[in-house]
């Protein structure tokens, strides 16, 4: 079955601190796609990254950073110097390959509540 | 208009209600998706319509039906809802045919239930 896990519920940091939000995913499929979203206090989920489980090269993007781990199942964000802009909570999420064409379903984990203190 | 928008952003209603939840993509996309989110669950996928066919129904209670007119618009009509019912719903599209491409969503409906 798959599943998305984000153990951290909330967070709390000063703003210029390094974040980590960690993401354990399980699949039995070995053709999968994970991604991140930021979801403001607006309530629109905003897509930061596709990952597909071939692709284990790490990327960044500005002061995020993305590490793929397959051996461990696991597809953490970090935030460089973290400004109180990026106060969001944010999930990941997991899509399984479908035969045919078909749409494949986002799951999502819980979502890890971010807050930068000025 | 841009992206995917959502109407109205906050609906309050009574148990013996009849109401209507609208969705609009100016993506050019053909797949849209209603999720809910709840303070206790997180997004709950709800449907999911592919070309304008309803290709997932994810056990969701009868009194929430959707509708898909055409590839850019998704309604949710709700009736006799209850109070458990109170969250953010959510749309959201993509192209369809690949589990690879991204979903956008709009910024939701607050809904509650009296």
């Known amino acids: 079955a798959q599943k998305v896990t984000q153990a951290q519920t909330e967070i709390s940091v000063v703003e210029k601190e390094d974040v980590t939000l960690d993401c354990v995913y399980e699949?039995?499929?070995?053709?999968?796609?994970l991604f991140w979203y930021k979801q403001p206090p607006s309530g629109e989920l905003v897509f930061l990254i596709r990952?597909?489980?071939?692709?284990?090269q790490n990327e960044i993007s500005g002061r995020y950073s993305w590490n793929f781990q397959k051996s461990t199942s696991s597809f953490n964000f970090t935030i460089t110097a973290s400004q109180v802009v990026d106060s969001a909570v944010y999930f990941c999420?997991?899509?399984?390959?479908?035969?045919?064409?078909?749409?494949?379903?986002?799951?999502f984990g819980k979502g890890t509540k971010l807050s930068v203190k000025p | 208009e841009t992206g995917v928008t959502q109407t109205p952003r906050h609906l309050v209603m009574g148990m013996t209600n009849k109401k209507s939840l609208k969705c609009e993509q100016h993506?050019?996309?053909?797949?849209m998706y209603w999720y809910k989110q709840s303070a206790k669950k997180p997004l709950e996928l709800m449907f999911v319509?592919?070309?304008?066919?309803?290709?997932e129904n994810n056990s969701v209670p009868s009194r929430f039906s959707p509708e898909c007119p055409n590839s850019s618009h998704l309604f949710l009509h709700l009736h006799t809802l209850q109070p458990e019912d109170s969250a953010l719903y959510l749309c959201?599209?993509?192209?369809?045919?690949?589990?690879?491409?991204?979903?956008?969503f709009g910024p939701g409906t607050r809904l509650t239930v009296l």
């Open positions: 959201a599209s993509s192209q369809a045919g690949n589990s690879y491409n991204e979903q956008f």
């Open positions: 699949t039995r499929d070995t053709t999968y796609y």
């Open positions: 990952r597909n489980s071939f692709d284990e």
């Open positions: 999420a997991l899509s399984e390959y479908q035969d045919g064409g078909s749409q494949g379903n986002l799951i």
């Open positions: 993506l050019g996309h053909n797949a």
């Open positions: 319509y592919s070309l304008e066919e309803r290709v």
